[in-house]
């Protein structure tokens, strides 16, 4: 071995080793131990970089492959309408709780008031979910979602009108927490059994977890959109 950068030990052919000086005019033998050396360096660093870009290149095809994997289910066009819809509309509904929290609360000044409002809410779901997946499995879930979304945007309007009015009274924001509890109770079976109509049963798996997902992103989204527009307006 021959570090050129110092002086260092060549084993050279012959029974004895010697000590070469790299300030000594090279001679033939050197020049092609340079030559042979320069080469296998060069060799040795093309291969080092061929082995990191094949590791770069495994990771991007990994991380790639793990994104598909993970989003698998969205290459199905009907689920990817659906999930998209979902994120939008869980979102807007735990802004408009948020909301409806907020206008009792300056009404009433009154926590009582304000554990009402989402106990009204909180009864019809108990009561008429069973209901609703009777109805999921009896009746168009198509034709459900959309009912129950209209149902909601006509309350929604309801509510919007009356507080622009400065009409509204703490009896009417409880009926209306009541009926949204009611519509919900057909909307989520409806939403949740419409799945396995969407994907294939290779993709169910992944498409019901996504949703799942989806259920827990849109509680923390939600309630943080709507608290920014509080602040705002």
């Not at 990994?62 to 698998?72: D, E, K, L, N």
């Amino acid at each position: 071995w021959y570090n050129w950068d110092k002086c260092a030990l060549t084993l050279l052919p012959g029974p004895q080793s010697q000590i070469l000086d790299p300030n000594a005019p090279p001679s033939p033998r050197l020049t092609s131990l340079q030559r042979g050396g320069t080469l296998l360096g060069h060799a040795e660093t093309l291969r080092i970089q061929n082995e990191n870009t094949g590791k770069k290149s495994a990771r991007i095809m990994s991380w790639g492959s793990t994104f598909r994997r993970t989003f698998s289910s969205l290459k199905h066009r009907d689920f990817l309408i659906l999930w998209s819809g979902s994120v939008v509309s869980q979102s807007g509904d735990w802004m408009d709780q948020i909301a409806l929290n907020w206008l009792v609360l300056e009404i009433t000044d009154s926590p009582l008031s304000l554990g009402l409002v989402n106990l009204w809410r909180a009864i019809p779901v108990l009561i008429l979910t069973p209901l609703g997946g009777v109805a999921a499995d009896h009746w168009e879930r198509r034709r459900i979602l959309m009912v129950t979304q209209s149902i909601y945007m006509v309350l929604a309007f309801a509510l919007g009108a009356l507080v622009t009015s400065g009409a509204v009274n703490l009896w009417e924001i409880y009926v209306i927490a009541a009926l949204r509890g009611a519509v919900m109770s057909f909307n989520m079976p409806a939403r949740q059994s419409m799945i396995s109509d969407l994907v294939p049963r290779k993709d169910l798996s992944n498409a019901i977890a996504l949703n799942s997902a989806t259920i827990h992103l849109t509680r923390v989204l939600g309630p943080s959109l709507g608290g920014v527009l509080i602040a705002l307006l």
